[in-house]
């Protein structure tokens, strides 16, 4: 496998759903399964070394807004991300919808 590494605009293929995704120099998540990689420390700085996979696990609206949470599945981390006009709704739906449940 070749690392190819730009410094804005990054392709990627999702981890999680396989889904290309076409980088836009910042968003790291997947906008069909939501699911994003723990690559940055600061957003847009890839300097985390972790790689894990972040799980979107809670939807919040803030000043009608939506805001994804994301941990990561490997160290914890958290990170609060706005969801973008690309983002599939259904399954920022679906979110909503597991914490309703519990
Ligand atoms: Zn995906
Ligand atoms: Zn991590």
């Keep these: 496998m070749t690392k ?7 392709d990627f293929i999702c981890e999680h759903c396989g889904e ?3 980088g836009d120099g910042y968003t790291n998540h997947c906008p069909k399964c939501l699911w994003s990689k723990h690559v940055d ?8 070394s972790c790689q894990g996979m972040m ?3 809670k939807v919040e609206t803030e000043k009608g807004e939506y ?9 914890g981390f ?4 706005k969801v973008e ?10 979110i909503v ?6």
């Design 67 to 75: 805001l994804l949470t994301f941990r990561c599945e490997k160290c």
């Design 41 to 48: 420390v600061n957003p847009g700085d890839r300097s985390s």
């Design 20 to 22: 290309k995704v076409v």
């Design 55 to 57: 799980k979107p696990i």
């Design 78 to 81: 958290e990170r609060r991300k």
């Design 97 to 102: 919808k597991i914490m309703a449940e519990k």
């Design 4 to 10: 190819l590494f730009q410094k804005k605009v990054e």
């Design 85 to 94: 006009k690309r983002d599939n709704f259904d399954e920022v739906l679906k």
